[in-house]
Structures are given as structure tokens and as C-alpha cells.
């Protein structure tokens, strides 16, 4: 059901702070999470091999975490460390096998495939994040719907005009045609709209009384990264002081068949102050928050209605149908 030879976001790097044990199902596999002493992230898997308990559970002793069922104490390379009351050496089996970890661009992955296949220059470019001429806001959060259902919402933006009419939605967003087009792996959709009324989150940023000009131009790479590229200036205007843009990083990582890890970002390269910034992060938390109660519905009537997900496609639906059709193809060549 899931592509494994990929880099998912795990975590944000503020989870792991003050020595925390994160345990975090991952591709339907329960992960554990942890930040060395010298500051390294490790991930292994959070059972414990001696009886399957959860080492999230437990308790950590330096760089060791012990497990708090029978006290066995594993370090952060997976080995067994310490047995209580036994003399003897573990056994070499008794071990907690390690996913591939790195940190990058202010988030931390893991690689869930074959160990020899990760590799660092595969991590999806979200350099914006870490780029101090853009400011960012980000967050994680929790969805109770299938990842491919967050992916779809984020590929077609005419639910802009619907689901945030009050903060970021116009009727020029639904009106407007996206063309939406495919290279290999990587799908594309653009949407041009000229002469539109700013919305609401727009004015309250700028202070945009009039009409803008506007793009969307979105970015998937699978399994489930997108880049969102936003850009709107007054029409007519040539100032670049005038411009708002930003980029929107959703990071989708599945935890099981019907929930979803959500980790998102939201850089800008205007404005730096303070109260810009808790703008954009309250402004785009709502905006998400009412895309996952969309989300959660959908899943509701997915789950219980017979037939529900015969789905009659329209033209909007480009974008996210090219996004499925690269992982049904990614998916039948891991399997082959």
C-alpha cells in the first residue's frame, strides 16, 4: 500500500527536545525516535524484541533507553546493551533493528525501505525552510483520513474558494482553469489569475484594497511531497515591495491505511517582523484545520458507504489524478 524506498518526514525537530522518546507509527510500523547526547537523531523500531513491548514507552539512561516491561536497555545503534540478572553476554539476535535517519531543512526523515538505497541527495528540496532570507511558520499535524485524500485537497485549489472563502479563498481561484501537466515523476499545476479581489487573509496582510494579480503553482513529487508556490501583487504594480510570496511545504508521511502525519510550512521572503509572523503561522493553521475537517469527513463516508469512492473526475481533478497514477506506477514497480 505504500512506497518505501523514499525519505519521510518523521519529525519535527522541537519533538525531540529535552531527551524525548518519540514513538511515531510510520508506513504502519511503529518507529522510535530519540536525540543523542552529542545531538545525532536516532530511529529504530519501537519494539522491543524480547516481548514486544514499546521502547516510546520507556526510559532513557544517557545515549540507552530501557525498556520499562523487563528492563532490557538497547543503545542507539539497536544493540542490547544489559539483561537484568544475567551474566552472560545478549544474544546476537536479541537486537532492535534502525531506519536511515537524517535532518534537513529543519525537519528530520526517515528512509523506510532498504538501508543501502538511502541516500541524503534523495531528501525533497524544502531549502526555503532553512533559508534565511525566508521567515517560516510551520506545525505538525494529525489527519483520520487516508494520505492520498491530503494530497488530492492540496493538488486542485478550487476548494479555495468553497472551503476558505473567509481567509484565503475568492471566486477567481474555482473560476480560473489550472493546467496541469506531468514530467516522470514530477506533476505540475498552474493556475494564472489576473485582476481577481485579494482575500480577506491577503488584505490583512498587505493591505490589498483592490485587485491583485495572482499564482498557484504546484509541485508533486511522490510519495506525497508537495511544494505550493504562491505569488500575488497589485495590478499594475511594478514595485516589488508591493509583492506577497510565499511557499506552502507539506510534507505527508501515511502513519496507517486511514491516518496521515501532516507536517507543514509556510515560508515568506517579505516582512520579517513579529506580528507578520504569528499571522502567518494563526492564518495558515486555520486554513489547514478546515482542510482536515473536510478531510475527516470524507474518510467517515468513504469507510461506511458502499461505493463512495466511484468517483466521476472533472476537470479540475488533473493534477491530483496524475499524482495517483505515479504512485500506482511507483507502487507496481517496487512490488515487481
Known sequence: MFLRNYWYVAAMPPELDGGALLGR????EPVLLYRTEDGAVTAMKDICPHRSARLSA??????RVRCLYHGLEFGPDGSCLRIPAQDAAPPEGLRVA???VAEKWRLIWVWMGAPEDADEALIPDFHW??????????????????????????????????????????DAVSETPAIASRDGDHVIVERIMPGCP???????????????????RIHFDPPATIMIESKSSPSGSND???????RVLCAITPETDDTTHFFWAVPRNFNP????????????????????????????????????????????????????RVVEVLLAKEAG
Request: hydrophobic letters at 30%; one cysteine or more; aromatic letters at 12%.
Open 25 to 28: 507509527w510510520i508506513l504502519g
Open 58 to 63: 520507556g526510559e532513557r539512561d544517557g545515549d
Open 98 to 100: 534502525g531506519y536511515p
Open 129 to 170: 525552510n532553512d533559508d534565511p532570507d525566508w521567515y517560516p511558520v510551520g506545525d505538525y499535524m494529525h489527519l483520520d483520513c487516508h494520505y492520498q485524500l491530503l494530497a488530492d485537497n492540496l493538488m486542485d485549489l478550487s476548494h479555495e474558494a468553497y472551503v476558505h472563502r473567509g481567509t484565503i479563498g475568492t
Open 198 to 216: 485579494a482575500p480577506p487573509f491577503y488584505q490583512k496582510l498587505k493591505g490589498y484594497d483592490g485587485p491583485i494579480d495572482r499564482m498557484h
Open 240 to 246: 516589488p515591495d508591493d509583492g506577497l510570496e510565499y
Open 273 to 324: 517582523e513579529e506580528p507578520v509572523t504569528e499571522m502567518m503561522y494563526q492564518g495558515s493553521k486555520a486554513v489547514f484545520e478546515e482542510d482536515i475537517d473536510v478531510l475527516n469527513r470524507q474518510q467517515e463516508v468513504l469507510d461506511k458507504v458502499e461505493g463512495a469512492a466511484d468517483w466521476q473526475n472533472i476537470q479540475s481533478d488533473a493534477g491530483a489524478v496524475y499524482a495517483r
